[in-house]
């Protein structure tokens, strides 16, 4: 089956995203990959949580939601009539039960629940509740900003992740966030990503056509 592609809001002005977005779904995207970033869990802060639920009704495409803050739950009711996906970073708990209790609590509210995993955090971190998430977002570049370079160290992640669920027969979805473009995307789907973020590779084309079109591999 094809990948899905998901595209960054961070290039994009808030007032602009509608807009935005609806010309997007036009060219094919799958998702709207929302970066949320709170200026305490990266030094960057991005829209609210609140202003993404006052315009998400004028965004005909599913909202894969990438929070990058220090207190993931504390935005559960704000957006769980509007995510699709409710990602979060492992980082933000300290131990396998606070992580759990916080998966628990995103299914609770009916969403699909991803954990994120930044780009120095080794796979193991999470590899006990594997079992209980609908996504793994592999972190290609680290957390807090877009424009970076795809490091490459990012392809083991995502075999070790694509292993696993083979292994223990799991169906969590695994998608790889940050410095993607059409030349490093095909690894990427070799290694066995589901879903591909891109920011600043479409938002910046001459031709998002085409931009789009080269994230899309089988
Ligand atoms: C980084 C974000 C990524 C990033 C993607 O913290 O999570 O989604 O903005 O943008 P590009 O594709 O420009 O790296
Ligand atoms: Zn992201």
Redesign the pocket.
Known sequence: MANKISI?T??FEFKDMPYKFEKLRELGVDYV?C?IMDGAF?PNKTYTPKMLSEIAGNINLPLDV?L?VENPLDYLDILSKCATYYTFHCECFNDKKELDNAINQVKNKGLKVGIAVDLNTEVICIEAILNKIDLVLV?S?K??????KFDENSLEKIKYFDNYRKQYNLNYQIEV????NGDNVAKCIQMGANIV?????VAKAKDMQVAINSLRIN
Request: net charge negative; aromatic share 4%; hydrophobic share 35%.
């Open positions: 960054s961070l290039p990959h970066d990266v990438h990058m972190m570049v957390a807090g900003a877009g424009g970076q966030d940050g410095g993607i973020v891109s920011g600043s590779y």
